[in-house]
């Protein structure tokens, strides 16, 4: 029987974590967290049995408590109870599902609790992945990428640790704008940029794929998770979203890792790696798909990508500044108070405005961030 904790239970990773466990009999939850949506924590409650169930807001978790008062559940608020859901004891895997940076200290007290972490936060890694990839070795615990991409590179690594890697081929589906001009996506409403063709996930997310800075974050991701430069990482456009990504190898050997668009593939392998389950849902069926093909990323029109590579090498505190500027940029466009290509032009803004800390410390990444979003506020 495993032992786990969701944060973020209630988003998309969240929700199709919880599709696993109910496939599958031997995953007891011990903790949920979840943001401000009570309504389907409380059923997750009822149905799960969790011992803590947090919520970020104080008053929502007290609407919370009275609503299931008559279960044995605690519930508790804030980022200490999001603390306390990923330190929960009998729990031996967290699955860090919330969105934005948020997640960085959560992250990192599981860690130190010696909790295995299924990781689907990006901005732990971009923004602090020096302190989280030092503290895994430290404390002997695992990182099991969530991510699609993450879990590809991460399954054909299997029996190959030892040879070193030339190259990751990162995919990216390229988004509902594939193949536009910068011109044509002047007039992008935020009704176009949620339509993304292969994926359903959550409204940040699949802006980011639209603009492709969520590939950019991806690429710095793989540069901490897999231990190679930014240089080794390449993105390769794969619209029809079967190639999850690639490794290459110094002999010219290139091991791909396919399957049909679906998230609980790599959720379920990460609870229970090295082993392999039975998954239901469609399989892929080569005859019917007829062909895979690949295009290079347009840099141009999608200049996110580009200055994801620029924060990547720069390193220090300018992950922290792209992936906090995005962050305010997309919530503002999705509050309709922006212009969707003013979302790269506030990236890069704040980047050229900021002053790089090299090695920074949790508190300085999030210096970095009240800083950034200072920055715009003031702006725009």
């Known amino acids: 029987m495993k032992t786990i904790s ?5 988003g998309s990773i969240g929700t199709q974590t919880l599709d696993v466990v109910r496939a599958n009999k031997d995953i007891k939850v011990a903790a949920l ?11 997750q409650i009822r149905e799960f049995l969790p011992r803590l169930a947090a919520v970020w807001d104080e008053k929502k978790a007290g609407e919370l408590r009275a609503r299931v008062r008559d279960l044995d559940v605690r519930i ?29 200290r959560p992250t990192i007290a599981a860690m130190e609790a010696g909790k295995d972490i299924a990781l689907a936060n ?9 302190r989280i990839m030092e503290l895994a070795a430290e404390k002997g615990v695992r990182i099991l990428p969530v991510d699609s991409e993450h879990s590809a590179i991460f399954q054909c690594l299997n029996g190959e640790r030892e040879n070193p890697i030339h190259r990751i081929l990162l995919t990216a589906s390229g988004g509902p704008f594939r193949g536009r ?9 935020v009704e176009d940029a949620l339509k993304h063709p292969n994926w359903a996930m959550g409204r940040k997310i699949t802006i980011d794929s639209s603009t492709m800075v969520n590939k950019g ?5 793989a540069r901490w998770l897999f231990g190679v430069s930014m240089d080794q990482v390449t993105v390769v456009v794969q619209p029809q979203s079967v190639i999850h990504s690639m490794v290459e190898f110094e002999d010219g050997a290139v091991m791909a890792q396919l399957g049909t668009p679906d998230m609980k593939l790599p959720i379920q392998y990460a609870l ?24 290079a990323p347009d840099f141009e029109t999608f200049p996110g990508l580009a200055l994801a590579y620029r924060a990547g090498k720069r390193g220090g505190t300018l992950p922290t500044v792209f992936n906090a500027a995005n962050e305010l940029a997309v919530q503002k466009f999705l509050n309709r108070e922006i212009e969707y290509l003013a979302i790269t032009d506030i990236i890069e803004a704040a980047m050229e405005a900021h002053r790089v800390t090299e090695h920074p410390t949790v508190e300085e990444i999030l210096d970095a961030e009240r800083e950034t979003y200072d920055f715009i506020k003031g702006r725009w």
């Open 6 to 10: 969701i944060l973020g239970s209630t």
């Open 33 to 43: 967290a979840a943001g401000q949506n009570i309504d389907r924590l409380e059923a």
């Open 76 to 104: 508790v608020s804030g980022m200490e109870g999001l603390l306390e859901a990923a330190t929960e004891p009998s729990a031996q895997i967290v699955v860090t599902a919330v969105v934005g940076m948020i997640g960085i």
């Open 122 to 130: 990006k901005e732990t890694l971009v923004t602090a992945g020096h």
């Open 181 to 189: 001009t910068r011109e044509e996506l002047r007039q992008v409403r």
């Open 217 to 221: 974050l991806e690429v710095m991701e």
């Open 272 to 295: 229970y790696y090295p082993q392999r389950r039975f998954l239901a849902g469609e399989r892929l069926d080569f005859a019917k798909l007829g062909q895979i093909t690949f295009e």
